[in-house]
């Protein structure tokens, strides 16, 4: 792999630490200015690595590694740089909860005014978005993990107090953010014949059959996530839609809308300040539901389990999110690979309910489906298929096919893929838009994730050779000189046809980046792939070998020199290795093998040389 | 301010960087005092290169002082009298630079009410006049460990700072006796609050410095082959869990001092000529040295955890 996670990480760690972190405090904001999501991005950029790979804690300085505490010098010596970092998330924390205690989770400078020039209202600027609670989870469960480890180590009692402080502070916020999550969940129920119905019908029939033969089809296949989404849903938002499935011709799509759901019931849990009202169309839109889905899966993750984060309460909201979660997913996967020919989702590109079509929503709903896939262990040959739509939406998104035209692909990456937020006008004002334009590490991301799965060594370096790629053109992303040296976004650099320059951070785009090197590292970190081939040979040319060595023992001498004594000692010891190695790494085997029987092939040469003299 | 230097184990390096120390402060331009408290063994004079006292004077040194036979112990001005060229003349803007060493020949005495009394009058008179008084204990629990516990616990030392370096080699052994030193039974802390310190407070005022740390990542190391990096890479990993776990962890940390020949070889004070015109002894550790003269002072780095 081209992609080195700890180098990559440490020079970013580098910059980020040297932007963010000035005279002696963290300083927010960046390209996009300082909003709810966008400083915890900028936090997580450095938490993420240091709470996700234990090579990059910072939460017990006696045992952090040297390069990594280097990496940080701006923010002091390894004793102050986990004091700064509990007050920087103390600072985030704070500046995102209102007088009366009630955290904000509010979208602000990321919000767009849905037509060029139009005026966003300030009640506008504070609704609750679905991408700070997601992000809010992440960051909140990285601080309590962080904060767990690191109050072990601390002894004075005014710094306890203050981490202490900031661990009930951040859990409040978690939890603020799951009952967040819980209330933006929407299930949209529609007639097959409506707008809605017949686009998906559209999407779904790749084999054009007649449509009421597939639209009972669908509603067989949803039948039992309908029927779990009626019975098991009692809580939050879209509670009340599920019944109308059982009327005859519906259908309907389930995950997140990108905020609180209009007429959202409250959620009863500890105190989280006030739950408002929601704005937001009841139905889901596939960026939120994706970002949603990504948070809900730190929720449930190893390390949340092993290092006990969640408390009761959160554990049962984390319960409700894990089984929309679950439905989620098996619904997209459902939509995306139904039918028996070519899957809904190899029809590039994805065409959503409201009949907006783009290959960035073909990447995300291969997101959701390969989540499914890993639930039902699904065999390498689905998997390879997804790999398919994956390369295809690189080529197709000029990552690796490119062209030196200013063409409308390329607007994916710049400015972005918008979408209007439908309900965002009823807080008064105009409608809000949103833009995304994370195409490109999204898509290395789960190019990384797939190849991690793939048990076949063919279809895994083709990824990871794709991997490559997109590394490769977000590396040409970077931005260059000046403070922000080493950090994203710079869309002309791989684009010069893109007639833009940036010279301020983009803490969405760098956040991405960052998980994608955590991605690789944890692939990297996990053992290679097993050869049968190779074990097979390491199996054959032991044999050989030892047989030459116990003859060589057998038929010469044991009177012999020092260092012919030691040869096949070390010889012994090479061919003890490769025993031991050849289940687990057989290349290794094969190798310590080759070259112990060139060893014992020079002996039984040298002494062939002695029948012509003789 | 007040320094005890003290280690679990001889070798350590204890003397000569706490030599190196007071120099390194002298050069600062603060005053320095270097009392010789290695009661056993009080050979300072070697490294301060003094000839007529490299293993204590004949009389009037700190024994005597103790023993009540001199009323003030010797000083020697290093500046003055040492046959080392840098240490001929005082450089420009330096502080001074006072040896107080014991006596030769004189050994290990068990502490009275009085003695106690003396040192104390002599810590504030080092307090008084000196930006820096470096007080070199032996290895090991000793009777000047005792003597400097109870007299820093005296009511007249309010006030006054206080603060303790311990000493250690970077390997298993010296990682695990150093924490003893600390924390073991007889160790500083419980010693101490058999004086009448605060147990609390005196931790916080102790510091752990790591001597001949092997830096795999330092041009010194290039004769090194790979598997060998590779090896010293992860004993470096297990040495710190292990440091970390003894409760002297970086986190306790104020200095780390590489592996350097010069030293290894003789105890001496590391001049910058000593790098830059005889090409002796390696940058890194005079720049160890002037860091960690600095993180004396320097009181966030004595904060801690």
Redesign the interface.
């Known amino acids: 792999m081209q992609i080195q996670p700890r180098q990559q990480l440490l020079d970013m760690w580098r910059s980020t630490a040297r932007l963010s972190f000035v005279d002696g405090d963290w300083q927010f904001g960046g390209r996009d200015g300082a909003n709810s999501i966008s400083d915890a991005e900028q936090l997580l950029c450095v938490l993420a690595p240091a709470t996700e790979i234990p090579l990059f804690r910072l939460d017990n300085p006696n045992v952090a590694e040297r390069d990594v505490l280097d990496a940080l010098d701006a923010m002091g010596t390894h004793v102050q740089v986990p004091q700064r970092l509990v007050r920087a998330l103390k600072k985030y924390v704070d500046r995102y909860t209102d007088a009366d205690g009630t955290p904000i989770f509010s979208g602000d400078t990321y919000f767009e005014p849905g037509e060029p020039g139009a005026e966003i209202e300030p009640q506008q600027r504070r609704l609750d978005v679905v991408d700070s609670f997601s992000v809010s989870i992440t960051l909140m469960l990285a601080t309590i993990g962080f904060t767990r480890i690191f109050r072990q180590i601390v002894t004075r009692p005014e710094l306890l107090d203050e981490v202490a402080e900031l661990e009930r502070a951040a859990s409040k916020r978690l939890t603020a953010a799951m009952v967040g999550l819980l209330r933006s969940f929407a299930v949209n129920v529609f007639s097959a014949e409506d707008d809605f119905g017949q686009e998906l019908v559209r999407m779904v029939n790749q084999d054009r059959r007649p449509t009421r033969q597939v639209v009972e089809e669908l509603r067989n296949a949803l039948r039992e996530i309908n029927a779990r989404l009626r019975d098991d849903v009692t809580i939050g938002s879209g509670t009340k839609e599920s019944g109308e499935f059982d009327l005859p011709n519906r259908l309907f799509e389930c995950g997140w809308s990108w905020g609180i759901v209009q007429e959202a019931p409250e959620i009863e849990t500890s105190d989280v300040g006030v739950q408002r009202p929601g704005r937001a169309q009841n139905a889901p839109y596939l960026y939120f539901t994706t970002v949603a889905l990504d948070a809900i899966q730190a929720l449930s993750s190893e390390r949340t389990r092993l290092l006990g984060l969640l408390d009761e309460a959160q554990l049962k909201l984390a319960q409700s999110l894990q089984l929309r979660f679950e439905l989620t997913r098996s619904y997209w996967a459902a939509i995306a690979g139904f039918g028996q020919a070519r899957w809904p989702l190899e029809d590039l590109p994805w065409r959503t309910t409201d009949g907006v079509e783009a290959d960035y929503f073909t990447l995300l709903v291969s997101g959701m489906m390969v989540q499914n896939q890993i639930a039902v262990r699904a065999p390498d040959a689905d998997l390879s298929r997804v790999a398919d739509v994956l390369e295809e939406v690189a080529n197709r998104s000029r990552i690796t096919r490119r062209s030196t035209e200013r063409e409308p692909a390329l607007d994916v990456h710049h400015p972005g893929l918008r979408f209007v937020l439908e309900g965002s006008e009823t807080a008064g004002g105009p409608k809000l838009a949103w833009t995304v334009a994370d195409i490109s590490p999204l898509l290395l991301r789960r190019t990384l994730n797939l190849a991690g799965l793939l048990a076949d060594g063919t279809a895994r370096s083709r990824l990871l050779d794709l991997a490559d790629e997109l590394w490769r053109h977000l590396d040409n992303r970077s931005l260059t000189g000046g403070l922000t040296d080493g950090l994203w976004d710079q869309p002309a650099g791989a684009f010069p046809q893109l007639d833009v320059k940036f010279t301020e951070v983009s803490w969405y785009y760098t956040k991405r980046v960052v998980d994608c090197l955590v991605t690789a590292s944890h692939i990297i970190n996990e053992p290679p792939l097993r050869s049968e081939l190779l074990a097979d040979i390491a199996a054959e040319l032991l044999i050989e070998a030892e047989h030459l060595y116990d003859r060589e023992r057998l038929n010469n001498s044991t009177y012999s020199g020092d260092s012919l004594a030691a040869e096949l000692k070390q010889i012994g010891i090479d061919l003890e290795r490769a025993r031991n190695r050849r289940r687990e790494r057989p290349g290794v085997a094969v190798a310590v093998a080759q070259d112990v029987l060139r060893r014992l092939d020079r002996l039984s040469a040298a002494r062939q040389a002695t029948h012509g003299t003789m | 301010m007040l320094i005890f230097a003290t280690s679990d184990k001889g070798g350590t390096g204890r003397s000569v960087t706490s030599c190196n120390l007071a120099y390194r402060t002298a050069l600062d331009g603060k005053d320095c005092v270097y009392l010789d408290f290695d009661f056993g063994s009080p050979t300072s004079g070697a490294i301060f290169e003094l000839p007529e006292v490299l293993a204590g004077v004949a009389g009037g040194g700190l024994h005597d002082f103790f023993l009540g036979r001199a009323e003030e112990p010797l000083r020697i001005d290093v500046w003055a009298e040492s046959e080392r060229d840098v240490l001929l003349t005082r450089p420009a803007g330096a502080g001074m630079l006072t040896l107080v060493p014991g006596d030769r020949g004189g050994s290990e005495f068990r502490a009275t009410a009085e003695m106690v009394e003396r040192c104390v009058r002599l810590f504030r008179r080092a307090e008084d006049e000196f930006d820096l008084a470096v007080v070199d204990l032996s290895a090991g629990r000793s009777y000047a460990t005792e003597i400097a516990l109870a007299a820093t616990a005296h009511p007249d030392m309010a006030g006054v700072d206080a603060r303790w370096l311990v000493f250690h080699r970077w390997t298993r052994q010296h990682i695990i006796a150093a924490a003893g030193l600390v924390q073991g039974p007889h160790g500083l802390l419980e010693a101490g609050r058999a004086r009448g310190h605060d147990p609390a407070a005196l931790?916080?005022a102790v510091r752990f410095v790591r001597t001949a740390v092997l830096d795999p990542?330092a041009p010194s190391q290039t004769g090194l082959r790979p598997e060998q990096l590779a090896w010293l890479d992860r004993t470096d990993?297990g040495l710190?869990?292990l440091?970390?776990a003894q409760g002297v962890?970086?986190?306790v940390v104020l200095g780390e001092i590489p592996l350097d020949p010069v030293l290894q070889w003789r105890e001496q004070l590391l001049s910058n000529q000593d790098v830059m015109l005889h090409g002796t002894a390696n940058q890194e550790s005079v720049t160890a040295f002037e860091q960690l003269a600095k993180r004396l002072f320097d009181d966030?780095?004595w904060?801690?955890?």
């Open positions: 931790r916080r990542a990993r710190h869990e440091a970390g962890g970086r986190s966030e780095a904060l801690g955890l």
